[in-house]
T-cell receptor, first 112, second 115 residues
């Protein structure tokens, strides 16, 4: 069945360093890949997304890359800050489908 | 409009009882989704509405679960004869009709504890 694998499950970085989270997906028909940030006691919040016709997208300190051939996509956070500490989820979905498949999440700790 | 609203935020119930959760989506959003999230996992899709029509249900949604969206606005999720395995965060999300399914806005969730 459809599956999204996410690594690592936990990531600890020093403030100012970069953080990278990687995901792979199984459904080759997936063409939309959002990333969500979830803080304690809150629902997931969309932070950036990428579509299959684009290889890379950047928004300030956050960038996402997509390799459709390998079915890999990644989230890159540069110059990390303590407020970046949260759980990050990658996800995949496709046009005409009604559900988004989420990865298991990465808990990011940014140490001041 | 301040976003997707879910009520209650927390619910503790005894095994065997019925519970009902409510979701109020963002006002102009046609699509509404329910997800379930257990500790340490990502949200799992349960069901999807386009306006008042329930168009897809996950196999995770057993016969004890039922969802409605009677007027195409708010939605309810009912769990009958709750079991301890139903303990989870139940998330509602909504999106506009012409956006990709992933461009959804989530509510704060309802945390259910079955004792």
């Amino acid at each position: 069945g459809e599956n999204v694998e996410q690594h690592p499950s936990t990531l600890s970085v020093q403030e100012g360093d970069s953080a990278v989270i990687k995901c792979t997906y199984s459904d080759s028909a997936s063409n939309y890949f959002p990333w969500y940030k979830q803080e304690l006691g809150k629902g997931p919040q969309l932070i950036i997304d990428i579509r299959s016709n684009v290889g890379e997208k950047k928004d300030q300190r956050i960038a996402v890359t997509l390799n459709k051939t390998a079915k890999h996509f990644s989230l890159h956070i540069t110059e990390t800050q303590p407020e970046d500490s949260a759980v990050y989820f990658c996800a995949a979905s496709r046009t005409g489908g009604f559900k988004t498949i989420f990865g298991a999440g990465t808990r990011l700790f940014v140490k001041a | 409009d301040t976003g997707v609203s879910q009520d209650p935020r927390h619910k503790i119930t005894k095994r065997g009882q019925n519970v009902t959760f409510r979701c109020d989506p963002i006002s102009e959003h046609n699509r509404l989704y329910w997800y379930r999230q257990t500790l340490g996992q990502g949200p799992e899709f349960l069901t999807y509405f386009q306006n008042e029509a329930q168009l897809e249900k996950s196999r995770l949604l057993s016969d004890r679960f039922s969802a409605e969206r009677p007027k195409g606005s708010f939605s309810t999720l009912e769990i009958q004869r709750t079991e301890q395995g139903d303990s989870a965060m139940y998330l509602c999300a909504s999106s506009k009709l012409n956006t990709m399914e992933g461009e959804a806005f989530f509510g704060q969730g309802t945390r259910l504890t079955v004792v």
